[in-house]
């Protein structure tokens, strides 16, 4: 395995010469993305912020491809690393080129004079973050998301080994999002590019990471692979929640459920019923889900919502006992809705279901049951 691009020895980060976290361990390699995730306030921004000397270090040291970086000069930094920090740059009097170029300063000398190769670096830089069509307005006058893209485009100009980001998606759309976690995954690829950053979408952070660093309560928790750190009850100690639920599967929050007799009764599968969960969640409305496979895709969501969950093992029949319970909330339910279409042949209880509610007289259309509580469908 190759050795770390850069890593902390025992390093001590913190203000005005009082620590905040002791004795970080952490590196990175080429041809990887390291991602920082915790609470606000845990101590992310600190750890980047000193690891690229805008912080004096309390203790330890960081090096940089075999050397300490205490002992290293700006310039012979600025060659192997590039950072994107949440800060916005004034740049009133310059386009976005004019941005983009300054990443080419490391090279250029004392006067900053580009050379031809200079500028194609730079063309080739606004190219990778689809930045042509925007590039040459005023930097001041174009959005967050293309502000951001140019931004990268400076870091990439420098060649760097690494680069190094603060919350790099803060002030993005998703479109804008996906699009700018793309390019890192480029330069990943295709240059062999090192990505430290922190990230606030766990849901992100999850799918684009190959490692994760967890820091809370001023400490490094823990660190490892997406599919080590991205475990419901793990997560949900992280970040110390009280209420709703994260759910590791979708890389998604649940809100959490209404307590409480449940006054609807949802038969949904593959999906379908999803919406209707939440959408009676909004409204405080508690109600039971089922009967649903255990590796269905609404289980889960349906566990954290629901009052109860009604469900059998994957790929197994109804079982006479679960015919049983579904029966009786049915009975107690006020309203029955379903969200299925079609059953399949495991599924055929199901169907029994709809039919005896609505022998009852209990099913509702699902904008109807929506007209009870709020006068209009589901938003």
């Known amino acids: ?6 890593h902390t ?22 041809g990887e993305i390291l991602t920082l995730i915790g609470p606000n306030g845990s101590g992310k921004s600190t750890i980047l912020k000193s690891m690229i000397r805008q912080l004096k270090l309390l203790g330890g040291v960081v090096v940089l491809d075999g050397q300490a970086m205490a002992a290293m000069r700006e310039g012979e930094i600025a060659k192997k690393m590039a950072i994107v920090m949440t800060e916005r740059l004034r740049a009133e009097l310059m386009t976005g080129e004019d941005v983009v170029s300054t990443g080419r300063y490391p090279y250029t000398g004392r006067l900053g004079i580009l050379t031809a190769t200079d500028k194609q670096k730079v063309r080739e830089a606004i190219a990778l973050v689809h930045g042509e069509d925007f590039a040459h307005r005023p930097f001041a006058q174009i959005s967050d998301g293309q502000r951001q893209r140019l931004l990268l485009a400076r870091a990439v100009c420098q060649e760097p080994e690494i680069i190094v980001l603060d919350e790099p998606t803060s002030f993005l759309d998703v479109k804008h999002k996906l699009e700018l976690l793309e390019i890192l995954k480029t330069l990943v690829r295709e240059k062999n590019v090192a990505i430290l950053m922190s990230l606030h979408e766990l849901d992100l952070a999850q799918k684009i990471s190959d490692r ?11 660190c490892g692979t997406p599919e080590e750190i991205f475990q419901n009850q793990y997560i949900e100690t992280l970040y110390g929640m009280d209420e709703g639920r994260y759910n590791a599967l979708f890389g998604s929050l649940e809100m959490a459920r209404v307590d409480g007799l449940p006054r609807v009764f949802v038969i949904g599968g593959g999906g379908s019923g999803i919406p209707v969960y939440r959408a009676l969640q909004r409204r405080g409305v508690p109600f039971a889900a089922g009967v649903l496979a255990e590796n269905d895709v609404d289980y889960l969501v349906a566990k954290a919502l629901a009052v109860q969950t009604l469900s059998v093992p994957a790929f197994a029949p109804m079982n006479e006992a679960v015919m049983a319970e579904a029966r009786a909330l049915v009975c107690r339910c006020e309203h029955v809705v379903c969200c299925l279409t079609a059953f399949g042949e495991l599924n055929q209880c199901n169907r029994l279901l709809r039919d005896e509610a609505a022998v009852r007289g209990k099913i509702l259309p699902v904008r109807r049951l929506f007209d009870l509580w709020t006068g209009g469908g589901p938003a």
């Open 1 to 6: 395995m190759d050795t770390w691009y850069i």
């Open 9 to 30: 020895e025992h390093m001590d980060v913190g203000y005005d010469g009082t620590p905040l976290i002791r004795d970080i361990e952490i590196g990175i390699r080429r």
């Open 212 to 222: 994760v660093v967890c820091v809370a309560d001023h400490s490094v928790d823990r």
